[in-house]
């Protein structure tokens, strides 16, 4: 059994439990004739300290987004307006994999760290009362929610799993994270949890499974 080996699972939220916004990017690209991977490769630039890491830090709030945001797009060559991107940070609710999230905490502690931005309704980042709803359903899952626009540190910055071993009083060498981008999971596979990189739910279901040994999901 799992609860032999770990002592939690911690999960990011947007990619993961929810459709990843990445798709959304996608489309927007498409519609307007960007580069593939356009939006993606804007908010990779200076990764500290661009318009994505201020907001998800609540350095700036969407009207200081935006400005930043058509600033470093145009300077690659394509000014985008930072609240269509805004606009597509929500996505929807994986029922099968909230089914194994609940799975996961009928023998571990459950917890999510989440880099978010202070905007629309809750941590959702949407506009929609019931898409709010839902992924406040989710969230009330856990054990605890650690939201990178609340704390003031996003993830890959160290600290913020740091925060999150201290307040569930877990060794990290116990607890496995999933996460759907790279940068975030290296930091967290050096301070010694097992990762899992989420690329699809199918995927994300099977290494889940194969890591704890639950079935059900």
Not at 90 to 113: E, F, N, S, T, Y
Not at 131 to 146: G, P, S, Y
Not at 176 to 193: E, H, S, T
Request: aromatic share 8%.
């Amino acid at each position: 059994m799992m609860s032999d080996n770990f002592d939690a699972v911690i999960w990011d939220f947007g990619g993961v439990l929810t459709s990843s916004p990445f798709e959304a990017f996608s489309r927007y690209e498409e519609e307007r004739g960007l580069p593939k991977d356009f939006i993606r490769s804007v908010n990779a630039r200076n990764g500290d300290t661009n318009a994505w890491a201020q907001l998800e830090r609540s350095e700036i709030d969407a009207d200081g987004f935006d400005d930043l945001f058509r600033a470093e797009s145009r300077l690659l060559g394509h000014e985008v307006d930072g609240k269509d991107i805004l606009g597509l940070l929500a996505g929807d609710i994986r029922p099968r994999v909230v089914d194994a999230l609940k799975i996961c905490k009928q023998h571990v502690k459950v917890a999510c760290i989440t880099n978010n931005a202070p905007i629309g309704r809750g941590a959702s980042m949407s506009d929609d009362a019931d898409k709010a709803a839902r992924a406040k359903a989710v969230l009330d899952v856990f054990d605890h929610v650690i939201e990178s626009s609340k704390l003031g540190i996003r993830k890959p910055d160290p600290r913020i799993y740091q925060i999150m071993f201290e307040t569930l009083s877990v060794d990290p060498t116990r607890c496995v994270y999933l996460d759907d981008l790279g940068i975030n999971l290296k930091p967290a596979r050096a301070m010694g949890m097992a990762t899992i990189k989420v690329l699809s739910e199918e995927q994300l279901l099977g290494d889940l499974r194969q890591v704890t040994g639950f079935q059900g999901f």
